[in-house]
């Protein structure tokens, strides 16, 4: 919801506001702002006032604004609008239980409107420290307009809390005084909220604020087209997809997609492939979709894997770089060579993965010790029985090829992969007779310690001769 909100802002001219909703303290948790923070940062959906920025409607954390709710929330009671409810909560339990026991519609029954807090405090079921409700009237209005959905129906509201006993109001006061207060003008949030609006706008209209504009978005669905959960779908978190290797203009495009139509060219194909900002330009609310979009990861891992053929071989580096110190491949400061090597590399796999995390073990063997280069089983276990005649072959082949560095600038060392294939084609496919899958697999194992690698001869022409030589002899000794 944020990047429609963004797009839709940026088309405007508007100001995009980060508000941190931490009312509920029972689910407070102290790491979650930064997590916003993070992510809305690696995607790029950057805001232009919030807690970390200020602004002129300061302070952007609702915990931080209790005395600005407390004159609304008085105002609403003494005007008849709400009410003080002294119910504990073993009595609202015990209520709700014996209304689903009897089939009715379940809600507050009002037991405290109307009474003093020495006439409730003689009824059963008595709290010290009141909460306050709303007093729902019996006309409220039940229908709005959503610039998603056109005009829509929800259910009746009950007598909503809209300040709890410890002094935080409820998401539903909080969001409308501070709407007003910050200039919203349009709310975007998930239909799950589309049975709370009334209960908004009859507090608009209450408090005589202007009412903003509604768009109420479809819930993303997984494959079985069940609502998200972040038990069962790890993708449910958005910090999964920068961890599992995706890039964030990648995943931007993606949900875009979820709820939202490709580019119609000016022949009338459609593209979908696009920018956050042709996204912006073109935003119209009436192209969402309003039906819950399902969550395609195939369809993520095709766009990923575009979007990083694209990329430079210096930014697929740059990019793989974190990846390959969390898994300790690299240290936190590698060196100017090592980096260098990486860069060369990942023009290699940059065309062979699906993900960043998906170059980890194909990277590794680069940076690992020849004598402690671990060879995987399933590779091993594929090897012939003229595995050590064709690693003997393939030495002899490669020894009379110079595995100096040329001290003349631009020069074009004997090392190459060129030079490579051509001394590896002639020993082993002509000499040996053996076609190409079957010649190269022992070399390809030696190499990496892996069935599937980056491209053989370009892998040896990065190791080096004094490497290729040390993990060709390596393997045919353990033979």
Not at 24 to 48: N, V
Not at 223 to 237: G, L
Not at 390 to 416: F, H, K, M, S, Y
Request: hydrophobic content about 40%; some cysteine; aromatic content about 10%.
């Amino acid at each position: 919801m944020s990047m429609f909100d963004l797009a839709f802002a940026r088309q405007q001219g508007g100001r995009f506001i980060l508000r941190i909703e931490d009312t509920d303290r029972a689910r407070f948790q102290e790491d979650s702002e930064q997590q916003i923070f993070d992510t809305l940062s690696w995607l790029g959906l950057g805001w232009d006032e919030g807690p970390d920025k200020g602004g002129p409607c300061a302070p952007y954390r609702q915990s931080e604004r209790l005395e600005t709710y407390r004159p609304y929330a008085d105002r609403l009671v003494s005007d008849g609008h709400a009410y003080l409810c002294w119910c504990s909560g073993e009595r609202l339990a015990a209520m709700r239980e014996q209304q689903q026991k009897l089939k009715q519609p379940t809600g507050y029954d009002r037991l405290c409107y109307g009474t003093t807090r020495e006439e409730r405090a003689e009824l059963p079921g008595f709290s010290d420290t009141p909460v306050v409700r709303m007093f729902i009237p019996d006309d409220a209005p039940l229908t709005f307009t959503d610039l998603v959905r056109g005009e829509v129906s929800a259910p009746r509201p009950d007598d909503q809390v809209i300040v709890k006993a410890d002094g935080f109001p409820t998401y539903h006061l909080a969001v409308v005084v501070d709407d007003h207060e910050m200039g919203i003008t349009h709310v975007v949030r998930g239909e799950e909220w589309i049975s709370s609006t009334p209960k908004h706008v009859l507090l608009y209209q209450w408090l005589g604020l202007p009412t903003p504009q509604f768009a109420h978005m479809p819930l993303l669905r997984d494959e079985k087209k069940a609502k998200i959960s972040k038990r069962k779908s790890p993708w449910a978190r958005l910090t999964w997809f920068k961890e599992a290797g995706y890039l964030p203009e990648a995943l931007l495009n993606f949900l875009a997609l979820l709820g939202y139509p490709p580019i119609i060219e000016a022949d009338g194909t459609e593209r979908e492939i696009f920018t956050f900002e042709e996204f912006s330009r073109d935003f119209d609310w009436s192209k969402v979709n309003t039906v819950g979009p399902v969550f395609n990861l195939d369809k993520l891992n095709w766009l990923n894997g575009h979007y990083l053929r694209q990329l430079e071989a210096g930014e697929v580096a740059s990019r793989l770089l974190p990846y390959l110190q969390t898994a300790g491949v690299l240290s936190d400061q590698p060196s100017l060579p090592e980096l260098g090597r990486l860069k060369e590399i990942a023009a290699l796999v940059q065309t062979r993965i699906t993900t960043l995390t998906d170059a980890v073990p194909l990277v590794a063997p680069f940076y690992t010790a020849d004598a402690e280069l671990p060879i995987a089983d399933d590779a091993r276990g594929q090897l012939k029985e003229d595995a050590g005649a064709v690693l003997e072959a393939a030495l002899a082949a490669l020894e009379p090829i110079d595995g100096t560095i040329p001290d003349t600038l631009g020069a074009q060392p004997d090392w190459n992969h060129e030079r490579i294939e051509q001394a590896l084609r002639a020993a082993l496919v002509d000499g040996l007779g053996i076609k190409p899958k079957f010649a190269f697999g022992p070399l390809r194992t030696a190499v990496s310690g892996q069935r599937i690698s980056p491209p053989l001869f370009e892998s040896m022409e990065i190791l080096g001769k004094t490497s290729t030589v040390a993990r060709l002899r390596r393997l045919r000794d353990s033979l």
